[in-house]
């Protein structure tokens, strides 16, 4: 069982950076896809970056030079650090956590979302 609790969201005007943390709670040491999802009003929810459980990272290509997904496995905290924002980057961003074997953002199959936070970026 994993539990996943955001935190960081907020509003900033494009040009400005925020950074998201998630903080993972496991009963279990199994390892786990992490992962960033976000969800624009009236869109589909969609991947936006993960990190494998030996620091592999991927993103999408929308944020590839601007959001940076790292984690502090002694805090059990994952991040995301957002810079470069932009309008269109606004949305709910979800924390998410895969049990199994993908290894990338493009195939992440979420077994555990957090409750997400919002992101507002205005022109």
């Known amino acids: 069982q994993v539990q996943l609790t955001e935190s960081g969201g907020g509003s900033v005007q494009a040009g400005g950076s925020l950074r998201l943390s998630c903080v993972v709670s496991?009963?279990?040491?199994?390892?786990?896809?992490l992962g960033w999802f976000r969800q624009a009003p009236g869109m589909e929810r969609e991947g936006v970056a993960a990190?494998?459980?030996?620091?592999?990272?991927s993103y999408t290509e929308a944020v590839k030079g601007r959001f940076t997904i790292s984690q502090d496995t002694a805090k059990k905290t994952l991040y995301l650090q957002m810079n470069s924002l932009k309008p269109e980057d606004t949305g709910v961003y979800y924390c998410?956590?895969?049990?199994?074997?993908?290894?990338?953002?493009?195939?992440?199959?979420?077994?555990?979302w957090g409750q997400g936070t919002q992101v507002t970026v205005s022109p």
């Open positions: 496991t009963t279990t040491s199994s390892n786990y896809l």
């Open positions: 990190i494998d459980y030996d620091g592999t990272t």
């Open positions: 998410a956590a895969d049990a199994g074997w993908a290894s990338n953002i493009a195939s992440m199959d979420v077994d555990y």
